[in-house]
């Protein structure tokens, strides 16, 4: 970010050239940095999953949450997945990266189910990224984390991203119908960013679509992307295919994307990703609120 903004400062040629270089240089040093803090971090634990809850817009009801991965660097604080991810990708990290977050989401939606903190049709989504699921052995992985936590593969969803789908490989289209045999549902993660289409979605048997925070944050304002969320969700409903909302960041929104006819949303405007503790605090306090108006429909936050 420092180096964008010292280009956009310096309008003189040369000034321009030198302050270039050096921000070139200062990434290849931050990423250098990054990869073997990373390492370190993995071994060390450093990193936390945060969960986002995942609201039914029809009834106000909590049906699932999204596990949101943070690393707590002992110097540098927080970092958000933004800044990490593409190294841990390009260097083959991800994988054992992307291990740990299936294992300890599973674990951990099994805590929530035995602390009685969510029901039946909750589901705990897991970001995968293409790299891990491409070079890694995704379906053992995910068995292994279900088998070992005793947890249900009907609470699993996989938030998978377009260009998996584009790729339309033998070997990744194989890995998808395996994992849904075992039970496990798929989601395509900020859908309308890629160039895939709703007919792959049908042919990998991709069973919930989330619509990308750019077109959900434009629909108060720009009709022409409440048409498009409008178009993307009767198609999805005539395919069978659920529709999750991100990015909400107003009651306003919710409403209108209820409207749109719109099953599920996320987003600030009910809360930020949270910590296990605050999560837990979050559906106690929600259990209690559904218990209050006999679970009545509500999109309020
Ligand atoms: P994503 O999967 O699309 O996750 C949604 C992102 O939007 C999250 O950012 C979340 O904090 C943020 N968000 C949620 N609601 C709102 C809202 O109302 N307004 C705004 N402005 N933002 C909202 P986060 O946690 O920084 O994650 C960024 C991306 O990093 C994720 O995008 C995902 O692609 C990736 N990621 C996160 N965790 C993992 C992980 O465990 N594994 C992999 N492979 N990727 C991950
Ligand atoms: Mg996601
Ligand atoms: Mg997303
Ligand atoms: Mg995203």
């Known amino acids: ?148 936590n005793g947890l249900a593969a009907q609470r699993l969803e996989l938030e998978l991203t377009e260009s998996l789908l584009i790729d339309n490989s033998a070997s990744i289209k194989r890995a998808l119908l395996q994992l849904r045999k075992l039970g496990v549902e798929l989601a395509i993660d900020d859908f309308g960013t890629g160039y895939s289409n709703l007919g792959y979605l049908k042919a990998f048997q991709v069973g919930v679509l989330k619509i990308d925070r750019s077109f959900i944050s434009k629909i108060l304002e720009a009709e022409q992307s409440r048409i498009l969320v409008e178009a993307i969700i009767q198609v999805a409903s005539r395919l069978n295919i659920k529709v999750v909302a991100e990015g909400v960041e107003s009651q306003q929104m919710a409403e209108a994307l209820f409207v749109l006819g719109c099953d599920q949303a996320q987003g600030f405007h009910w809360t930020r990703p949270l910590n296990a503790m605050k999560f837990e605090k979050y559906m106690r306090d929600h259990q209690r609120e559904q218990r209050r108006n006999g679970g009545a429909p509500t999109l309020q936050a």
Request: glycine share 6%; proline share 3%; net charge negative.
């Open 1 to 148: 970010q420092a180096d964008i903004a010292m280009y956009h400062t310096k309008d003189s040629g040369r000034n321009n050239y030198h302050f270039f270089n050096e921000a070139m240089h200062q990434r290849v040093q931050d990423r250098l940095n990054i990869l073997s803090y990373l390492h370190e971090g993995l071994s060390k634990r450093q990193f936390e999953l945060y969960y986002q809850p995942k609201i039914d817009l029809a009834t106000g009801r909590i049906i699932g949450a999204e596990a949101l991965i943070r690393w707590h660097h002992p110097v540098r604080g927080l970092i958000t997945p933004d800044d990490f991810i593409p190294v841990a990708e390009q260097s083959g990290l991800i994988e054992e990266m992307g291990t740990w977050v299936v294992e300890e989401a599973c674990r951990y939606c099994k805590q929530c189910e035995e602390l009685g903190l969510i029901e039946s049709d909750f589901t705990m989504a897991v970001n995968i990224s293409p790299v891990q699921f491409s070079r890694g052995a995704i379906t053992e992985v995910v068995d292994e984390a279900l088998k070992k």
